[in-house]
């Protein structure tokens, strides 16, 4: 008689809560949340290390990313939440404005920007917007 498989449903990071902060909105507030991820990451590489180097840079350069942005274009405060999934990390970040991301080309003689969304979707195994009337969230599940 053959039995089903039985999948261990415990995280290897268990003991990693999720990490969930509000900021301001400021400029510095960018710097903030790149600080508060690179905590919560080692944190998480203490009990489950990256498969890659590179992941843990990703995720940093996704959270700064996704926090200059909602600098630059949401006004008012922002939260950021991190968790470790399965298998990855998951990236939220809330701010105040319902307007989702679109991708704008690069031209860099005209002073740059525009690369942001682009390299979202690159280092993201998936990303998404949840829009409503107090503002969106960005969601990045990628790879650790």
Aim: with cysteine.
């Amino acid at each position: 008689m053959a039995t089903e498989p039985r999948w261990d449903d415990t995280l290897p990071a268990q003991g990693i809560p999720p990490c969930t902060t509000g900021f301001a909105g400021e400029p510095h507030d960018v710097t903030g949340a790149r600080l508060v991820a690179e905590r919560y990451l080692r944190d998480l590489a203490r009990v489950s290390p990256p498969a890659s180097r590179e992941h843990w840079h990703d995720v940093l350069l996704v959270v700064t990313e996704l926090a200059a942005n909602a600098v630059q274009y949401a006004p008012g405060p922002f939260r950021l939440r991190i968790r470790r999934t399965y298998d990855g990390v998951h990236v939220t970040l809330h701010d105040t404005s319902s307007t989702a991301p679109e991708p704008r080309p690069f031209r860099p003689s005209q002073g740059g920007g525009g690369i942001g969304w682009h390299l979202m979707q690159a280092l993201c195994d998936q990303v998404s917007v949840v829009t409503d009337e107090q503002g969106k969230d960005v969601h990045a599940f990628m790879p650790w």
